[in-house]
């Protein structure tokens, strides 16, 4: 089933002021995203991420083209109910506390009393914010602690689908991994996560499909293993080894393979074009009283792919 349905949306603006000319910011994009994944959307500054996200909330509107959440066309206001949106730099009324906003949103969608409190206590808790924040002015909070707060109240209505705009942004490393689990965690519930981000890391680890927009248009789309193949460049074997020096090893190393033997901080790294030349590595290792410490592929990274 498809939950999104992008078909040649274009945004143009005006800029100047006497000599008014147009700037295309989105140019026939068409995507589509499938229930129950999450969708991984990608793009410098100024690629028309956050354009295409606020034409889908209907905070914009396209020059050309449509677009469809749950069947539904983006004019028809009544979806909102079923979807969440986390914009990039959220703005809250100040003099709220967390509890107090969260409450809030609950009653902006019809929730009962009792069902907005309990849905408000269990969201802070899942975006773990400390308790002891909850009944604090949104005034005095970080941007990890308003980056949670926001992302509580994408949830707060059980949406079937989730938009994010940068959902890392402003958080620790730590607050990054619970975010990154939360997310995992919606997947996992069926529903349908849709996320730009700058954090390429974090897109490979959460994301079945990746769209990559350049310059307003889109660049390319699909899975990642499929992306990474479309990638110049040449799959490797890597062989970290420690008890033996790079020049010792050289030494008991077939000749005539293509090894690339480097020093690193506690060993040596070599680079196999081949996974058949583990076994020589093997057969080396045990010759000069060498130790493996592990054996990995090298896959095209998603940054390769992003810079290609």
Known sequence: MKVLEIDNLQKDYEVGFWRKKKVRALDGLSLTVNAGEIFGFLGANGAGKTTTLKLLMRLIFPTEGSAKILGQDISDVSMHS???????????YDYLSALEFLKFCGE???????????????????V?????????????????????????????NNPEVVFLDEPMSGLDPIGRREVRDLIAELRAEGKTVFMCSHILSDIEVLCDRVAILKKGRLANI?????????????NLVEVIVSGTD??????YLPAGNEFQVTSIPGGVRIE????????SVL????KCGGKLLTVQPVRQSLEELFVD
Do not use: C, H
């Open 82 to 92: 079923r979807i969440g949106y986390l914009p990039e730099n959220p703005y809250f």
């Open 108 to 126: 902006i969608f019809g929730l009962p009393k009792a069902e907005r409190i309990a849905r408000a206590t269990m969201l802070l808790s899942r």
């Open 128 to 156: 773990k914010l400390d308790e002891s924040k909850w009944n604090t002015q949104l005034r005095k909070f970080s941007k990890g602690m308003l980056q949670r707060v926001g992302l509580a109240q994408a949830l707060v």
């Open 222 to 234: 699909g899975y990642l293993n499929e992306l990474r193949q479309q990638v110049a460049g040449q």
């Open 246 to 251: 790079e020049a010792t090893l050289k030494t």
């Open 272 to 279: 196999l074009k081949d996974d058949t030349d583990v076994d």
């Open 283 to 286: 057969a080396a290792l045990r």
